[in-house]
């Protein structure tokens, strides 16, 4: 089986790092997918409005050309621990497919062609999208799931400390979107150097940053 983008995302991320490890942690990260023709025609978004969740499932597209391995080594168990591709949401898969639970916030019709503002986006700007189908809470939630590794990190956080002249020049719902980031650490849990400066893009700004015990501390924002 062949399959073919019916359209693509566009986010505030230009580089993997600083993007969110799952969907849907960061509410607050907007993305809007953008469909080709002829998926663009509203008739493919009859009721959809009745949903507010939804599947994309989508491409890693910037991993194609490397090597595929059976085991990978999550960064949230020190990038040291081997587990299979398989126990893992690793991006470097067999067929390079993400699939992601995001909001529903508006779908948004200009010149007869409609596209969907999500919120919850884990996606690199410009990557393929696949396919898209609703969230249904009484298929799709399963109360007493077990996950794993991942439940034992799902409360990490870092205390985010900043000035207010260093992000006045940032509109408010960008860093918002912004602090949430840098608090759900994007850091490998590896790296451990108070030392360092870590540096990344979002939403049009260089933003520096270092971590001191559990405390991420911005040294520098820059508009590029």
Same mark, same amino acid.
């Given at each position: ?69 059976? #085991?990978? *080594?999550? $960064?949230?168990?020190?990038? %040291?621990?081997? &587990?299979?591709?398989? =126990? ?78 260093? #992000?006045? *020049?940032? $509109?408010?719902?960008?860093? %918002?979107?912004? &602090?949430?980031?840098? =608090? ?41």
């Amino acid at each position: 089986m062949e399959i073919e983008p019916i359209g693509e995302i566009k986010t505030e991320f230009r580089e993997k790092f600083g993007i969110p490890r799952q969907s849907g942690r960061i509410e607050e990260i907007e993305g809007e997918i953008v469909f080709y023709k002829p998926y663009c025609g509203k008739d493919y978004f009859k009721d959809i409005e009745q949903y507010s969740h939804l599947w994309i499932i989508w491409g890693f597209s910037e991993n194609e050309q490397k090597k595929k391995h059976a #085991t990978v *080594r999550p $960064p949230r168990l020190g990038g %040291n621990t081997r &587990i299979g591709v398989f =126990a893992s949401r690793s991006p470097f898969r067999p067929n390079n497919l993400g699939l992601s639970c995001v909001r529903l916030k508006e779908v948004r019709e200009k010149g007869g062609k409609c596209s969907l503002i999500i919120g919850g986006a884990d996606m690199l700007n410009g990557s393929p999208v696949y396919d898209i189908k609703p969230y249904i809470t009484y298929t799709d939630c399963v109360p007493d799931a077990e996950s794993g590794f991942a439940e034992k990190n799902k409360s990490h956080a870092l205390k985010v400390e900043f000035s207010n002249l260093q #992000t006045e *020049r940032i $509109p408010e719902k960008t860093r %918002n979107a912004l &602090i949430k980031i840098l =608090a759900d650490d994007p850091r490998p849990a590896y790296q451990e150097d108070e030392n360092r400066i870590y540096g990344f893009e979002f939403a049009g700004y260089e933003i520096k940053f270092r971590v001191i015990g559990g405390v991420l501390k911005i040294t520098e924002i820059t508009e590029i």
